[in-house]
């Protein structure tokens, strides 16, 4: 099994910064993409931003200029530099990875999510 964990949610005042990570551990051989989604309240899931194994990233048009999404050199950690911060991106944020894993059989691919963080941007 996989697990994703997250981390360094909080309360931040508009223009503030916020830096979560999320760690993952397991039977992992690798993670092809990781990355992060939003949910505010009252609203579906949508994906911020994510990194593939490659080094390639991918914004939301809302977070452009703002977040940058990073790995760890073992490519098993996922950062979420949040600067410019804005009420509008209060959510809960869920890190979520694309996983090349392993268990009795053989490898196997997954899709994983974290539990969840809330950032709440307000003043």
């Known amino acids: 099994q996989v697990q994703l964990v997250e981390s360094g949610g909080g309360l931040v005042q508009p223009g503030g910064s916020l830096r979560p990570s999320c760690a993952a551990s397991?039977?992992?051989?690798?993670?092809?993409?990781m990355g992060w989604y939003l949910q505010a309240s009252g609203k579906e899931r949508e994906p911020v931003a994510s990194?593939?194994?490659?080094?390639?990233?991918n914004y939301a048009d809302s977070v452009k200029g703002r977040f940058t999404v990073s790995r760890d050199s073992a490519e098993r950690t996922v950062y979420l530099q949040m600067n410019s911060l804005k009420p509008e991106d209060t959510a809960v944020y869920y890190c979520?990875?694309?996983?090349?894993?392993?268990?009795?059989?053989?490898?196997?691919?997954?899709?994983?999510w974290g539990q969840g963080i809330q950032v709440t941007v307000s003043s």
């Open positions: 979520n990875a694309d996983v090349n894993g392993y268990n009795h059989i053989g490898a196997v691919r997954n899709d994983y």
């Open positions: 397991g039977n992992i051989l690798f993670i092809y993409t």
């Open positions: 990194s593939t194994r490659g080094g390639n990233t």
